[in-house]
């Protein structure tokens, strides 16, 4: 594309070898990274031309992004050396190749940002030696294949058109980071979470997941867990403090009052949910000590919260009390879509509690 110098070198009256983004072992090209992301190349346009295929020492292959258009090529299984594979931010479109599941040696693929269609081939499950599976922000349909991968840590398929369960033992318990936000998936997520105990990264948003949440899923290395926008139901009994730096169950089903085992998490997000009783004090300490950057319990059902009107909460925190069944004690910023009704109308409580 215009404005890119990168592809200055090729000149083909000289030794390839030597071209910007070709690397050669033995006068063998192994490598093609076609476009300096550091010196923000424009990256390519036009198709992937099916001779691709008869690089056969092939092992790493990547594109910048740009307008690369058109469907992978069918001659991609190959190139049984390839490790990494990596089109992100470009024009793919149609199907991913049931065959690409041939390249036996694939640690890498990331095919995200396209518009790939079609489903997720149910032999990618297959891929022993796959480390990185990225094909998030596509428009990929039908189920999730389960995979079998011990070496799998990373899963991002967010913003597609995915739907269906998750079967048991469907994802490898070596997952350090899985994103399935901005899908369909429904189902109950309790047995298949239940072996994932290596996760550091987990964003399940905006799903149609139902069910209860599992206490022991708060005891995870997990960093930032993202449960928002979804049908989960019941109560939230973590099985000791939780630690996790931010947790978002906003826009939920959730009930009973909330556990004092969450006041460690720094940025905490309940709005939305049908959480009632007191706020436990735990909350309020955390809050003025400034532990606590992010409390969000509007929307809900709460009748309490034991802080004096006149505590300072700090600059750094942020708590919003609105629209629940009590007036809030002190003057706090609510976010603008929480609304401006401070509390919730008394028939809505008194049949909340009936």
């Known amino acids: 594309m215009p404005g890119s110098n990168f592809f200055s070198t090729w000149d083909f009256t000289s030794d390839p070898c030597k071209f910007s983004g070709v690397y050669c072992d033995s006068n063998k090209v192994i490598a093609l990274n076609l476009g300096d992301p550091r010196a923000g190349s424009p990256g390519l346009s036009g198709r992937l031309h099916p001779a691709l295929g008869k690089l056969s020492s092939l092992a790493e292959f990547s594109i910048v992004p740009g307008r690369i258009m058109g469907s992978l090529p069918q ?8 490790r990494f594979l990596a089109i992100s931010k470009n024009f793919i479109s149609g199907p991913i190749p049931f065959s690409l599941s041939e390249l036996t040696s694939l640690r890498t693929l990331d095919l995200s940002y396209n518009q790939i269609t079609g489903s997720i081939p149910s032999s990618f499950g297959s891929l022993r030696s796959l480390t990185n599976l990225i094909l998030c922000h596509n428009h990929l349909s039908g189920p999730l ?3 079998f991968s011990e070496s799998l840590t990373r899963l991002d398929l967010k913003h597609n058109n995915l739907s269906g369960l998750l079967p ?10 899985l994103s399935l936000s901005s899908n369909k998936f429904t189902g109950s997520v309790t047995r298949v ?3 994932l105990t290596q996760l550091s990264y987990l964003d399940l948003s905006s799903n149609l997941f139902t069910g209860n949440i599992p206490g022991n899923l708060f005891t995870f290395p997990i ?3 993202q449960l928002q926008r979804n049908v989960f139901s019941g109560n939230i009994l973590p ?11 906003s826009y939920n089903r959730l009930t009973g009052q909330i556990s004092p085992m969450l006041s460690g998490v720094q940025n905490l997000f309940l709005n939305n949910n049908k959480f009632s009783g007191q706020v436990p004090g ?3 300490d955390s809050l003025l000590s400034s532990s606590t950057q992010i409390l969000y319990l509007q929307h809900n059902y709460l009748t309490g919260i034991q802080i004096n009107p006149t505590a300072e909460i700090p600059l750094s925190s942020s708590l919003c009390l609105m629209y629940n069944c009590m007036v809030p004690p002190v003057q706090t910023t609510c976010p ?4 401006y009704q401070k509390t919730r109308p008394t028939n809505q409580c008194m049949e909340w509690k009936g």
């Open 75 to 82: 001659t991609l299984p190959q190139l049984k050396n390839l």
């Open 145 to 147: 294949p389960s995979f």
């Open 168 to 177: 048991p033992f469907s994802l490898p318990s070596s997952l350090q980071y």
């Open 193 to 195: 979470l239940s072996q």
């Open 223 to 225: 960093n930032n867990l």
């Open 239 to 249: 099985l000791d403090q939780v630690t996790i730096s931010t947790v978002d169950l």
């Open 282 to 284: 735990r909350f309020v």
């Open 336 to 339: 603008i879509k929480a609304g």
